[in-house]
């Protein structure tokens, strides 16, 4: 059985900082291609990191130099670190896991939870 537990959302001010985690259970994060994605009220869930099993990553375009996707795979976690935090970033994110294929990446399984990040001043 997979489970992904997402934590470390709240509320927090433009130019903030948040660090997500994700505790997967019944996966090997590390044998994965993992990703966060977010979805705001009204809009489609977006990918906006992905970190494959071998260690790259790749963000969009609008959090590349904010964002920083990692694991830690001793805690079999994936982390996202959010800084620079924008009123845009506000969405629930959620981590799942991913096929990266030619020119996308298509998440596969259910979805959990998620975690609220809310920034606003």
């Known amino acids: 059985q997979v489970q992904l537990v997402e934590s470390g959302g709240g509320l927090v001010q433009p130019g903030g900082s948040l660090r997500l985690s994700c505790a997967a259970s019944?996966?090997?994060?590390?044998?994965?291609?993992m990703g966060w994605y977010r979805q705001a009220p009204g809009k489609q869930r977006e990918l906006v990191a992905a970190?494959?099993?071998?260690?790259?990553?790749n963000y969009a375009d609008s959090v590349k130099g904010r964002f920083t996707i990692s694991r830690d795979n001793a805690q079999n976690t994936v982390y996202l670190q959010m800084n620079s935090l924008k009123p845009e970033d506000t969405a629930a994110y959620y981590c799942?896991?991913?096929?990266?294929?030619?020119?996308?990446?298509?998440?596969?399984?259910?979805w959990g939870q998620g975690t609220q990040v809310t920034v606003s001043s």
């Open positions: 970190i494959t099993s071998g260690g790259s990553t």
């Open positions: 019944g996966i090997i994060v590390s044998f994965n291609s």
């Open positions: 799942q896991r991913v096929l990266i294929l030619p020119g996308r990446t298509e998440p596969f399984g259910s």
